[in-house]
């Protein structure tokens, strides 16, 4: 009666209720299913992938609940919402655009990080940015001048790990020569000899 009435939440409501019961799931599927895709149509997003959360196993659901991941990852994009859009992403694994999106708002928080001064942040992201633009690259010279800062604030351990970890980074062998040589210096100093 209200599936006829088009009351397509609570039938879908009753219909998940009954359980295993004759076509229950196939009809609540049927409920929730249209006006979801609906929803999405409309860019009502949220909306439609918790309708289509509900029922994963009916058609094409699943893909469609990360196509809306997916959208909402790029409006959190839009917003500059990195963290929220990184998740909705993180949400959308079989849509082909989304790891390369992912990995453009991992270099764009990277550099959020860094502009904030939190390079041991900062590199990790750059990590998780992979192969996009030049964040390689980015992610072995903020690891430098982390093994700088470190060496700088006296952890000359922190920062001999720091500089081990980039063997080829230009500077790195003799930085960490240096982070080595000073914390011997520093350990005759106490008398631990």
């Not at 799931?25 to 929730?32: D, G």
């Amino acid at each position: 009666m209200l599936f006829t009435s088009k009351e397509y939440e609570q039938a879908a409501e009753k219909f998940l209720a009954a359980g295993d019961y004759l076509d229950a799931f196939r009809r609540a599927s049927e409920c929730l299913y249209e006006p979801a895709v609906l929803l999405m149509q409309a860019g009502d997003y949220l909306a439609a992938k918790a309708s289509f959360d509900q029922i994963l196993a009916y058609r094409d659901s699943a893909l469609l609940s990360q196509r809306c991941s997916y959208e909402l990852g790029i409006k959190a994009m839009e917003e500059q919402k990195w963290e929220e859009a990184a998740a909705h992403l993180a949400l959308a694994p079989e849509v082909a655009e989304a790891p390369g999106k992912l990995k453009e708002v991992d270099y764009l928080m990277a550099e959020a990080a860094l502009a904030g001064g939190d390079l041991q942040g900062a590199a990790g992201l750059f990590d998780g940015a992979g192969d996009y633009r030049d964040a390689k690259s980015r992610a072995q010279k903020v690891r430098f001048d982390l093994g700088i800062q470190l060496a700088n604030q006296g952890d000359y351990l922190g920062a001999a790990d720091v500089f081990a970890g980039i063997p080829d980074y230009p500077g790195a062998g003799d930085e960490l020569t240096r982070a080595k040589y000073n914390h011997a210096i520093s350990l005759l100093d106490k008398g631990e000899n």
